[in-house]
C-alpha cells in the first residue's frame, strides 16, 4: 500500500563512513574489511485486501526486478525474501524485519526493498506515517500496519551493529487514502526527516507526485526503473567500475525529473556521497541495450529456503516438514483450531497435532536450527496475520462488532506466540493490546462470562500500551454504554473517530451517547455524517433519527425514518429483520399511546415466534427505545410478547383481555412474580381485581400466600 508506491529498500553500501555531531557525513579511508553476507527483504504490493484502497499498476512487479536484479548481481537466492501482494501481510513483514535483525552481523549488507502505499491516518496526528501492508483497512492504519518511526528503529538497530544500509523510498503515487493529499505530504515529510546513520534515497520531495507507466520498462514505475538503471552501472560517470551515492544523485536528478516533466519529480539523496553504493554489472547493462520492449528479466521461479534447509535431513523430518506445510496450508495452526475445522481430504495426520505440535518434534541441534527456525518465524507469522485477520473482522465497517463469530483464530494463539517469539519480541511488535482486545471479545462471546467492570480494565491497560489504537477506544465506548455510563461513552467514541476518521463504527456509538444523554440534536447530526459514511448503517441511522426525532416531538420525520427503517429490513427475505423491525413498531407506538397498533406488531411477533418455536434469538442494540433490553444477543421468548399485551390492555383499561393475555404469558412460561405483582405499573388496574388474585393463587400458590 502507497502514499503512492513505497518501494522501502534497505541497501547496505561496503563502506559507510561516521556521522558527525551536526549530522553531516565525512569521508574517512577505512582499512579493507573482510566481505560479509548479503541478505535482502524486497517487498512489492499491488493489490490490497481492502479493495477499496487504489491498486498500484507495478509495485509488485518494480519489486520483481530488483529481486532478479541482484540474483544477476550474485547474491544468493536463500539470502533474499521476496514478499509480492498477499504475502506482504504485517505480521510477515514484522518477522522478517525481526529474523535480519539478529541474522545479520557487522560488515553484512541488508537490502530491503518495499514497494506499495504510504499515508497518515488523521490531520490530527500528522507526525504518524505508516507503511500499508496487504491486510492494512483503509479506516483505521493503526491495526495492521507498520509505522514509520517503529521501522526507522529497526534501521537504526542494524546500522548500530555495523551492518551497512541504505534506505530507497519511491513514494507518493496518487491515490483516494485516508489521508488525502495532505496524508501524502505528511508522510513524505516523516520519510524525508532526519535520521541516524542510514543512507537515504527518496524518489521524490514531499508535495510532488511519484510517477509510473508503461513506458518506462514495459510498465515500471519511472524512479525504481531509473534507480535499477543507475545502480547497474548506467550512473557510473567516471568508468571505475563502482556507482557512488554522489553519481547515483546525478543520475537520478537528471533522469527522473527531466523524463518526468512537465510533472515535476525530483528524488531525493541523503549520506556520506562517497559511499559505494553498488559496482557495474555488465550483463545486465547489456539487457538495457538490447531489450526496450520486454521486462528486464524474465519472471523466476524463487525456491526459497526450504530445499537446502531439507537436503540432508532425515526422512523423519522431511515428513514432519511436509505435514507441517500442509497444515500451514490449512491454516491449523494450534490445536483449538480443531474444533472448528473440518478436513476431508484424506490426508493423514494425528487429531492431536497441528502446526505448532509439529514445530516441537522438531529436533534442536547444529543440522535442524535453521529449519526450525524457519518454521517458527512461519508459523509466528502466520499465527499474527490471524491476530490482526481477527481485528479486522470485527473493526470492518461491514460487520461492526460481531460478537457471534463461531470462531476467531487470534484469540486463542496468545500462549503460542509467546512460546515462539518470547514476551520481549510480543511487546516489540506491539501485540500486546490487539491480544487484550481479542480476549474481551472472547469474553464477551461466552455466555455467563458478562463483567463490563473487568472488561474495561483489560481495555485501560490495552490504552497505556496503545492510546491510538482506535479500535480500542470504540470497543470501550460500547461497553460503557452497557454500563449506562454515557458521558464516558461518548468521550471514547470520540476519541476513537479523531484516530480514524473514517471508522464508522464508533459514530453510530457516538449517535446513541448522545441520545442517551437527552441530545437530540447532536444525534442526529452524528446519524447524517455515519449514513455519509457508510450506508451499511443505515438501519441503525434510522433507528437513531427515529428516537431523536421522536424527544424532539417531530412526528413528520419520525414516520418518515420508521418508513424508511422497515424498508431496509427486507422482511420477505429474513425473518429476524421482520422480527426486529415489528419490534421497533410495536415499542415506537407503545411511546406514542398507541396502543391498539402496539398491539397488533406484538402479535404479528407471536406469529413469527410461533414459526420459530417460541424463541428467537435477536441482536439487540442499546440505542434501542426505553423498554427495550440492552443485551448483546438476547433470546427473546413468547411469553414476553404475551405478557407485553396483557401490559397494553392494562393501560387501555381493557382489563378482561390484560388478564387473558397475562395467564397466556404464565402458561407460556412467564415467572417473573415480583414484576406481576407490584413492580410493573403497567399492570396497576388488574391487579385489586378478584380475576388477577385468583390467577396469583392458582399459579403462584406458595409465593403470593406469603404476599
Not at 555531531?21 to 527483504?41: D, P, R
Not at 521486462?295 to 532425515?314: C, H, I, T, W, Y
Not at 433507528?543 to 424508511?564: M, T
Amino acid at each position: 500500500m502507497k502514499l503512492g508506491i513505497l518501494t522501502l529498500l534497505l541497501l547496505v553500501s561496503t563502506v559507510l563512513s561516521a556521522q558527525t555531531q551536526k549530522g553531516f557525513y565525512v569521508a574517512k579511508q577505512q582499512e579493507k574489511k573482510a566481505e560479509g553476507k548479503t541478505y535482502a527483504l524486497i517487498v512489492g504490493i499491488s493489490k490490497y485486501k481492502d479493495t477499496s484502497i487504489p491498486a498500484l499498476e507495478y509495485a509488485d512487479k518494480d519489486a520483481e526486478v530488483f529481486y532478479n536484479y541482484l540474483l544477476s548481481a550474485g547474491v544468493d537466492s536463500n539470502n533474499i525474501t521476496l514478499r509480492l501482494n498477499e504475502s506482504a501481510k504485517s505480521g510477515t513483514l514484522w518477522m522478517d524485519i525481526l529474523n535480519l535483525t539478529e541474522t545479520s552481523l557487522k560488515g553484512d549488507k541488508v537490502y530491503i526493498y518495499f514497494s506499495g502505499h504510504g499515508d497518515v491516518e488523521s490531520k490530527t496526528l500528522m507526525h504518524d506515517a505508516y507503511l500499508l501492508t496487504y491486510d492494512t483497512p483503509k479506516n483505521m492504519y493503526v491495526a495492521t500496519s507498520i509505522p514509520v518511526y517503529q521501522f526507522q528503529n529497526y534501521l537504526a538497530t542494524l546500522s548500530a551493529k555495523g551492518v551497512e544500509v541504505v534506505f530507497i523510498c519511491d513514494a507518493c503515487h496518487s491515490g483516494n487514502l485516508s489521508g488525502g493529499r495532505e496524508g501524502m505530504l505528511a508522510a513524505a515529510t516523516v520519510l524525508n526527516g532526519v535520521w541516524k546513520d542510514e543512507i537515504k534515497i527518496l524518489s521524490c520531495q514531499p508535495g510532488e507526485l511519484s510517477i509510473e507507466g508503461k513506458q518506462w520498462g514495459n510498465g515500471r514505475g519511472l524512479f525504481s526503473y531509473e534507480l535499477i538503471n543507475g545502480i547497474a552501472g548506467l550512473a557510473d560517470r567516471n568508468k571505475d567500475g563502482r556507482v557512488s551515492l554522489k553519481e547515483l544523485n546525478l543520475f537520478l536528478m537528471e533522469k527522473v525529473s527531466d523524463e518526468a516533466a512537465p510533472a515535476i519529480q525530483n528524488p531525493v539523496v541523503n549520506g556520506n556521497m562517497e559511499t559505494e553504493v553498488a559496482k557495474v554489472n555488465e550483463p545486465y547493462l547489456k539487457t538495457i541495450t538490447t531489450s526496450t520492449s520486454i521486462p528486464v528479466f524474465a519472471r523466476v521461479d524463487s525456491k526459497g529456503m526450504e530445499e537446502s534447509l531439507l537436503r540432508n535431513q532425515p526422512d523423519t523430518i522431511k515428513r514432519i516438514y511436509s505435514q507441517f506445510t500442509y497444515l500451514m496450508d490449512k491454516e491449523i495452526l494450534a490445536l483449538s483450531d480443531f474444533e472448528y475445522r473440518n478436513l476431508s481430504d484424506g490426508f493423514e495426520f494425528k487429531k492431536d497435532r497441528a502446526a505448532y505440535d509439529l514445530v516441537n518434534l522438531i529436533p534442536n541441534n547444529d543440522s535442524t536450527i535453521l529449519l526450525k527456525g524457519m518454521m517458527k518465524i512461519n508459523l509466528a507469522a502466520e499465527m499474527i496475520n490471524e491476530v490482526n485477520n481477527n481485528i479486522d473482522q470485527v473493526v470492518d465497517n461491514r460487520t461492526g462488532f460481531n460478537y457471534g463469530s463461531p470462531f476467531w483464530g487470534g484469540i486463542y494463539y496468545s500462549s503460542q506466540l509467546i512460546d515462539l517469539l518470547g514476551l520481549h519480541r510480543i511487546k516489540e511488535l506491539g501485540l500486546e493490546p490487539k491480544l487484550i482486545y481479542l480476549e474481551v471479545l472472547r469474553l464477551k462471546n461466552n455466555p455467563g462470562k458478562d463483567n463490563n467492570d473487568y472488561f474495561i480494565s483489560l481495555l485501560d491497560s490495552a490504552l497505556t500500551l496503545d492510546s491510538k489504537a482506535s479500535y480500542l477506544h470504540a470497543l470501550k465506548s460500547d461497553i460503557l454504554r452497557d454500563l449506562k455510563k454515557n458521558e464516558e461513552s461518548r468521550d471514547e467514541a470520540i476519541r476513537a473517530i479523531e484516530i480514524s476518521p473514517k471508522f464508522a463504527y464508533p459514530y453510530r456509538l457516538l449517535a446513541g451517547a448522545y441520545n442517551d444523554l437527552k441530545k437530540p440534536d447532536s444525534a442526529i447530526v452524528i446519524s447524517y455524517r455515519l449514513l455519509n459514511l457508510d450506508t451499511f448503517y443505515a438501519p441503525a441511522v434510522y433507528r437513531h433519527l427515529i428516537r431523536s426525532y421522536f424527544v424532539l416531538n417531530r412526528s413528520d420525520s419520525v414516520d418518515f425514518y420508521l418508513n424508511k427503517y422497515f424498508c431496509t429490513n427486507n422482511y420477505k427475505k429474513d425473518t429476524n429483520n421482520l422480527f426486529q423491525a415489528n419490534d421497533l413498531l410495536a415499542d415506537f407506538c407503545f411511546d406514542n399511546k398507541k396502543y391498539s397498533e402496539s398491539i397488533h406488531y406484538h402479535q404479528l411477533l407471536i406469529d413469527i415466534m410461533e414459526s420459530k418455536h417460541d424463541t428467537v434469538y435477536i441482536v439487540r442494540h442499546s440505542e434501542s427505545h426505553e423498554g427495550l433490553k440492552n443485551s448483546t444477543a438476547a433470546a427473546h421468548h413468547i411469553y414476553d410478547e404475551y405478557y407485553n399485551i396483557a401490559c397494553i390492555f392494562s393501560l387501555a383499561n381493557e382489563n378482561d383481555n390484560a388478564l387473558k393475555y397475562l395467564e397466556l404469558s404464565i402458561q407460556k412460561g412467564y415467572n417473573e412474580f415480583e414484576s406481576i405483582i407490584k413492580d410493573d405499573l403497567d399492570l396497576d388496574n388488574i391487579r385489586s381485581s378478584p380475576a388477577f388474585i385468583a390467577l396469583m393463587k392458582k399459579y403462584f400458590p406458595d409465593q403470593y400466600k406469603e404476599k
